[in-house]
């Protein structure tokens, strides 16, 4: 079972920073929180991951709290082709290796 | 870049037919993982495959199979096909059991009528 709640959906103006809020009050000390979107029906696209450290790069930054229970994903600069549904993601092992599990994500909708 | 490859990219099938849809991963990705997603829902693991053996096992119906081959390619087998199956099937692959990411495919959209 999916492992995190999101708001379902949310508005952002175009131009402006979106910041997407995710809890995993029950995450384990060594799972990983991943982050990916979904636009229209296309095959879901990674944007960012961490474990306790918040973490940047060219498309978002993460931010996840000290007692690891939620995290923030923040588009700095959200435009009209970010519009999609963002998917916060804990991954949870397998026998073999791990698996992402889907919960029900935020639909952004960013407008200009 | 290489990415996911999924064949075909739409298909269409009859109630108790039989589908195959294919998933070619990234050069030496050596897992791979099936999800379904319906229409207005989340995607659904349904199952997984590591270094050709199945690795974990999710909400996949008995009419369905799947296997990953020696070139690491794994097909999706779906028999007796029923309307509820409508769905984007989508694969992911990764290296290591998924210790270094996941890569999405475009998704095979299957319409059963």
């Known amino acids: 079972d999916a492992k995190t709640t999101q708001p379902t959906s949310m508005d952002c103006a175009e131009g402006r920073a979106a910041n997407l809020p995710c809890n995993h009050s029950t995450i384990s000390g060594n799972e990983y929180v991943y982050w990916y979107r979904q636009i229209h029906s296309q095959g879901p696209q990674y944007i960012i991951h961490?474990?306790?450290n918040n973490e940047t790069n060219e498309m978002a930054s993460l931010i996840i709290t000290e007692d690891r229970k939620s995290s923030t994903l923040i588009l700095p600069h959200a435009t009209l082709r970010d519009t999609a549904v963002y998917y916060c993601i804990v991954r949870v092992p397998m026998e073999y290796g791990n698996k992402l599990v889907f919960g029900a994500g935020t639909i952004l909708r960013v407008k200009s | 870049a290489a990415g996911v490859i999924q064949s075909p990219r739409h298909l269409i099938k009859e109630k108790r037919e039989t589908a195959t849809l294919k998933c070619y991963p990234i050069?030496?990705?050596?897992?791979v993982y099936w999800y379904q997603q319906g229409p207005g829902q989340d995607p659904q693991f349904l199952i997984s495959?590591?270094?050709?053996?199945?690795?974990d096992k999710g909400s996949i119906p008995d009419r369905f199979s799947a296997q990953q081959f020696s070139d690491y390619h794994s097909e999706l087998n779906m028999s007796s096909l029923e309307l509820g199956d409508s769905a984007l099937y989508f694969c992911?692959?990764?290296?290591?059991?998924?210790?270094?990411?996941?890569?999405f495919g475009s998704g095979t959209r299957l319409t059963v009528v």
């Open positions: 992911a692959s990764s290296l290591g059991g998924g210790g270094n990411g996941y890569t």
């Open positions: 961490g474990l306790k």
């Open positions: 495959f590591y270094e050709k053996m199945q690795s």
């Open positions: 050069p030496r990705h050596d897992t």
